[in-house]
């Protein structure tokens, strides 16, 4: 789950982590009360939606007067914001954050993300703050250190003095950047965090360390133990198919593609999509109904992917362990007779009650064509797409 900067700032400030002063704000009044209550002389407007680039498509503006402050909050909000993060389509902005200006001398870039292979909280260091850390990544590799930390031994002195090393921090900062590496990963474990990205971390001119921009992404999984946390998410910010998808504890991700999937298991569903592309096509969603679906969330699966206007054909790929054909069966049967078949779909069962799967959907008299196997699905499914079309 991931928040918006004004709230995830609120979260690290709970942790002692140096943050500029700043108000949310849903109307322009609200705007202009914050940049008020901060007192100036300079402030930052900035929408507020989940995702970055939000500085190059206009979103991000300092401002010198109250007077300018109504005229961005009030170009800004309502607005469609479109970065390399939102996809053409964009996202509409509801909400600002006002925040106090901040003399800025130098800019760096500080993370904290789950390492899958060393299953270790990683932190990645940069000198090249406020740039897309993929550009530095691939045009400058060298600028970024990266290091893990022990889970046994947790933060200590010598982790803070490598990112000092690494942003070529000396003196009193480099005690600041100790102290706050600690504090982040402190915050980062607390809270069950799966990515903590700090782009800028500056340095103010009178020598202060201060977090600029913060983004926090949540486990989900872990999200019971912090309902404060949970209470924050903005589902206005998600795709509206991936929200009702969680309602019913499906594993769904809203893709760009022409082909709805629902397969049993993560691994098959991955293995379906890539044969999609394989043959020519694009898968529209991830989709896993996971091995204990009833008859009720496989409804509910199929007509989340009949919802997606972009789906021309659909593909059920079920290998039965835990989760039975008949069962499938039944769930694509009852949603297709309420939502309608107004695409091609392909049905591929096999392990258990299998041959009773079939046959449900035999009896049904719907138009849906069987496959024997993934390879024979995946090329049914694709020459009828490409045959709607």
């Not at 926090?216 to 912090?226: P, T, V």
């Not at 309602?247 to 379906?272: E, W």
């Not at 009720?296 to 659909?314: E, H, L, M, Q, R």
Request: proline share 3%; glycine share 10%; net charge negative.
């Amino acid at each position: 789950m991931n928040i918006h900067e004004y709230q995830a700032k609120t979260v690290l400030g709970e942790f002692g982590v140096p943050v500029p002063r700043g108000y949310p704000a849903f109307s322009v009044d609200e705007a202009l009360n914050g940049a008020r209550q901060l007192g100036g002389p300079v402030w930052v407007v900035k929408a507020q939606i989940h995702a970055g680039g939000r500085g190059k498509a206009g979103g991000v503006k300092v401002v010198k007067s109250m007077d300018d402050v109504k005229a961005e909050a009030t170009r800004i909000l309502g607005s469609t914001l479109v970065t390399h993060q939102t996809g053409p389509k964009g996202k509409k902005v509801n909400r600002l954050y006002v925040e106090e200006g901040s003399a800025i001398d130098k800019e760096f870039y500080l993370s904290a993300l789950v390492d899958r292979e060393t299953s270790r909280v990683a932190f990645v260091v940069s000198t090249e703050g406020g740039m897309d850390i993929e550009k530095v990544a691939h045009d400058t590799p060298e600028k970024i250190i990266t290091f893990s930390v022990d889970p046994a031994t947790g933060v200590m002195g010598h982790h803070g003095r490598k990112v000092a090393q690494a942003l070529n921090l000396t003196g009193d900062i480099a005690k600041q950047v100790e102290g706050l590496v600690a504090k982040l990963y402190n915050a980062f474990v607390t809270k069950d965090m799966s990515l903590l990205e700090i782009n800028p971390l500056v340095v103010t001119k009178d020598g202060k360390l201060i977090c600029l921009d913060a983004k926090i992404g949540f486990d989900d999984n872990a999200l019971f133990r912090h309902p404060d946390i949970a209470a924050l998410r903005d589902v206005t910010e998600e795709d509206d198919k991936e929200v009702e998808a969680a309602k019913y504890d499906l594993n769904y991700v809203a893709l760009d593609g022409t082909i709805g999937c629902m397969v049993n298991g993560a691994g098959l569903a991955m293995a379906t999509m890539d044969i999609i592309k394989l043959y020519g096509e694009a898968p529209a969603n991830f989709l896993d109904v996971g091995g204990s679906a009833t008859k009720d969330k496989v409804a509910a699966a199929f007509k989340i992917i009949t919802s997606d206007p972009n789906v021309k054909g659909i593909l059920v790929n079920i290998f039965g362990g835990i989760m039975k054909c008949d069962v499938i069966a039944e769930g694509v049967v009852a949603a297709v007779k309420d939502v309608g078949l107004r695409v091609p779909l392909v049905v591929r069962l096999e392990g258990t009650n299998v041959e009773l799967g079939k046959e449900i959907i035999a009896k049904s008299n719907l138009n849906v064509v069987s496959a024997d196997d993934l390879d024979d699905a995946a090329q049914k499914i694709v020459k009828a797409v490409k045959g709607n079309v």
